[in-house]
């Protein structure tokens, strides 16, 4: 692994959160994110077999502690863009064996390959997502697969900000398109939607 340093990483639009932010959102996510981490928690462990998993926009390390605890047969590896939020994600999965180091969508620090990269309500900061995406895919070992868990929009007038934070069916479609990649899926269940994507 390449350690990178936050100083390296030229975001071009993505969101870094400091150390206030990263304590605020971490509580939000202690409470589960509305549910979406045992949704993406599942649905991950959908896939038969030991596989490897590298997490993008990792967070507080909230999905990498579930997968860890309900499975023992994931390899996990996590990246996030702010140093505060690698640190509270290194203490609340200490013992765990996940390897969590900074990167982001653009810039990370393997030279190997993983059998699903998966991020969870982190795409809709993605500033350039097609860009990330097919950044992302040469990361892929064959038959490998990217997953995108988000909120789903409501498209109700009074949810408009909120919907600012969500992504829908649509969108997720599309930002394949342009990536050297295919949409393998595309599904949506309660509050939550997840697309699948697979190299074209």
């Given at each position: 692994?390449?350690?990178?340093?936050?100083?390296?990483?030229?975001?071009?639009?993505?969101?870094?959160?400091?150390?206030?932010?990263?304590?605020?959102?971490?509580?939000?996510?202690?409470?589960?994110?509305?549910?979406?981490?045992?949704?993406?928690?599942?649905?991950?462990?959908?896939?038969?077999?030991?596989?490897?998993?590298?997490?993008?926009?990792?967070?507080?390390?909230?999905?990498?502690?579930?997968?860890?605890?309900?499975?023992?047969?994931?390899?996990?590896?996590?990246?996030?863009?702010?140093?505060?939020?690698?640190?509270?994600?290194?203490?609340?999965?200490?013992?765990?064996?996940?390897?969590?180091?900074?990167?982001?969508?653009?810039?990370?620090?393997?030279?190997?390959?993983?059998?699903?990269?998966?991020?969870?309500?982190?795409?809709?900061?993605?500033?350039?997502?097609?860009?990330?995406?097919?950044?992302?895919?040469?990361?892929?070992?064959?038959?490998?697969e990217i997953r995108i868990y988000e909120l789903k929009?409501?498209?109700?007038?009074?949810?408009?900000?909120?919907?600012?934070?969500?992504?829908?069916?649509?969108?997720?479609?599309?930002?394949?398109?342009?990536?050297?990649?295919k949409v393998k899926s595309v599904i949506s269940k309660?509050?939550?939607?997840?697309?699948?994507?697979?190299?074209?």
């Amino acid at each position: 692994m390449k350690e990178i340093n936050a100083s390296d990483m030229d975001l071009r639009g993505e969101e870094r959160f400091g150390p206030v932010l990263s304590r605020l959102y971490a509580l939000f996510a202690r409470e589960g994110a509305l549910g979406i981490y045992g949704f993406a928690c599942k649905d991950i462990l959908s896939r038969k077999g030991a596989f490897s998993l590298l997490d993008v926009g990792t967070g507080p390390g909230r999905l990498p502690g579930m997968l860890s605890e309900e499975s023992d047969r994931v390899r996990i590896s996590a990246v996030d863009p702010s140093p505060s939020m690698i640190r509270i994600a290194e203490g609340k999965n200490r013992g765990r064996g996940i390897a969590f180091a900074l990167g982001y969508s653009q810039k990370l620090p393997f030279d190997k390959k993983f059998d699903m990269i998966v991020s969870s309500v982190s795409f809709h900061h993605w500033a350039h997502k097609k860009e990330s995406l097919a950044y992302l895919s040469g990361f892929l070992k064959p038959k490998g697969e990217i997953r995108i868990y988000e909120l789903k929009k409501s498209n109700r007038l009074f949810d408009y900000f909120l919907d600012k934070h969500r992504m829908s069916e649509k969108e997720l479609r599309h930002a394949a398109e342009g990536a050297g990649l295919k949409v393998k899926s595309v599904i949506s269940k309660d509050k939550f939607v997840r697309a699948v994507y697979i190299k074209a």
